[in-house]
């Protein structure tokens, strides 16, 4: 007797970004007019530049660009951040990067569940920014203890999607009918609930601590707080957010806007103030508000190497130091103004940050390569078939986050009255604990992805095997 056949983790990735996508547009209609806004801009971009048209479908990001997503869920505690890892590797998504965001006022440290190889993301690139509570940044001991307590009583993912993991786990994979009910039930866990599990003054007591650790504890679980759509010019976006009734951030964080796009680019508009629900002593609820999701729009480029991450991270302090103050809105032309002189020093097209090994590229025969007899490019080095016109190189796009954007986009969207810092170290060690193994170094994944791109040049050339 034949069993169903298995449905394929990207494919079951796919479609949980857009029952996701779906999910968030009937919660946050804002969403919507964001998606509209970033489609318009996009169509817009890719007309007005046929260079930037032929590096996207060069590299086949053009094919993955509409459904480009990535969300962003905050959990509270090792159990539920251990049982995602396991629900996320269902699609085939493990954790890459671990970003430290208290040195920066945010009292979590996270890492980014993704695909890994390029084939999976050009499939689906859907990718969630995954943060765990920090309790121990908590300095009130009662106060630890609560929320500790007030964690420890729920439970985030409903009986079947355990059972629906566990069955992926020890056959492989899950049929067609399973991945149906194992996207719906997983949707469970990130679905917006407006009744807190907490009384109004537990909640004011977590909030004045710091709004993301009420947004965490109070309620029934990691609602998704963020969708976030990837625009071409992220620029063109911020300044036509105003005209579609939605108000963005001051400053747009990352880089400044370059001719080569580098890592990423991030804006937002404000957090939506909604009504929620309290639990009183005797049982009621007590209406009341509470500010959490918002929009987030973002412009990724090209993935730095650890050279590259070194120049970009001195360039951008040094804006920052200059500055002197965080970026408003009284201060936002000025900061922008000093973020271009910086980066000046950072090499504005491709073939020098190539040369320079300042980011990470891949590489494909030509055409002319191709045609050409093998003989005539046998003894010749990289740089070589790349004057030769035998081999052309793409940046490769940045798949991962920035702990600095991260923070400071969390940051104009729940309040600066939180504190500058906290004490503590970054936990790297502690958060694998939680996690249930280790996480996965970024840059070693586009050190591999460029060298397969060598390897499958070499083979196409009938060459020996080609480094930098």
Same mark, same amino acid.
């Given at each position: ?7 394929h ?12 996508? #779906?999910?968030?547009? @009937?919660? =946050? +209609?804002?969403?919507?007019a964001?998606?509209?806004l !970033?489609? %318009?801009?996009?169509?817009q /971009?890719?007309?007005?530049?046929a ?30 951040l ?5 629900l996320?590797?269902?699609m085939?998504?493990?954790p890459?990067?671990?970003? #430290?965001?208290?040195p @920066?006022g =945010? +009292?979590?440290?996270?890492t980014?569940?993704?695909? !890994?190889h %390029?084939?999976?993301l050009? /499939? ?69 609930h407006?009744q807190?599990?907490?009384?109004a ?17 109070a ?26 009734n ?19 680019r991030?804006t ?14 005797d ?10 999701r ?24 040094a804006a920052?130091?200059q500055?002197?103050?965080?970026a408003n ?23 020098t940050m ?7 590229f ?7 390569s ?5 003989a005539?490019r046998l ?12 081999i052309?190189f ?8 920035l ?17 500058s ?15 249930g193994?280790d996480?996965?170094?970024?840059l070693q994944?586009?050190?591999d ?16 095997p080609?480094?930098?």
């Amino acid at each position: 007797m034949s069993h169903p056949p298995f449905v394929h983790p990207d494919e079951i990735r796919a479609r949980f970004s857009s029952a996701m996508s #779906d999910m968030y547009q @009937a919660e =946050v +209609p804002l969403y919507g007019a964001l998606l509209q806004l !970033v489609a %318009e801009t996009n169509c817009q /971009t890719l007309e007005q530049s046929a260079e930037l048209t032929q590096h996207l479908q060069q590299t086949g990001e053009i094919t993955r660009l509409s459904m480009e997503r990535h969300g962003a869920i905050r959990v509270g505690t090792a159990a539920e951040l251990a049982t995602l890892c396991r629900l996320f590797a269902v699609m085939d998504m493990v954790p890459v990067g671990y970003y #430290d965001l208290a040195p @920066a006022g =945010v +009292p979590v440290h996270s890492t980014a569940f993704r695909a !890994v190889h %390029e084939a999976s993301l050009q /499939t689906c690139p859907f990718r969630i920014f995954t943060s765990l509570l920090r309790l121990d940044l908590i300095e009130q001991p009662e106060l630890r203890q609560q929320a500790a307590d007030i964690l420890a009583k729920r439970n985030i993912f409903t009986p079947r999607v355990i059972e629906l993991i566990a069955k992926h786990e020890i056959a492989g994979g899950l049929t067609g009918h399973e991945t149906n009910e194992f996207i719906t039930q997983s949707l469970e866990i990130f679905r917006w609930h407006n009744q807190a599990t907490v009384s109004a003054e537990v909640y004011q007591q977590l909030h004045d601590q710091h709004r993301l650790i009420a947004d965490v504890v109070a309620f029934k679980g990691p609602h998704i707080n963020h969708l976030t759509p990837r625009t071409l010019n992220i620029d063109a976006v911020q300044a036509a957010m105003p005209k579609h009734n939605i108000t963005p951030k001051a400053v747009i964080e990352g880089p400044p806007p370059r001719h080569c796009p580098i890592l990423l680019r991030q804006t937002s508009f404000k957090a939506l103030e909604e009504k929620v629900a309290f639990v009183s002593s005797d049982g009621h609820f007590v209406p009341g508000q509470h500010t959490a999701r918002f929009g987030e729009i973002e412009q990724r480029g090209a993935a730095l190497t650890a050279k590259g991450r070194n120049l970009y991270d001195r360039l951008l302090q040094a804006a920052q130091d200059q500055l002197q103050v965080p970026a408003n809105e009284k201060n936002a032309a000025q900061y922008m103004a000093m973020l271009h002189e910086h980066f000046r020093q950072f090499p504005d097209d491709y073939p020098t940050m190539r040369t320079e090994k300042l980011a990470y590229f891949r590489y494909f025969p030509t055409e002319k390569s191709l045609k050409e007899p093998a003989a005539s490019r046998l003894n010749l080095t990289l740089d070589e078939l790349i004057e030769a016109g035998l081999i052309q190189f793409e940046p490769l796009v940045y798949e991962d986050f920035l702990p600095v954007s991260a923070a400071g986009i969390f940051q104009s969207n729940l309040g600066d009255k939180g504190q500058s810092h906290f004490a503590g170290h970054s936990s790297k060690q502690d958060f694998q604990r939680d996690l249930g193994r280790d996480v996965i170094d970024e840059l070693q994944l586009y050190e591999d992805t460029q060298q397969r791109s060598l390897t499958a040049c070499a083979l196409a050339l009938k060459l020996a095997p080609l480094s930098l």
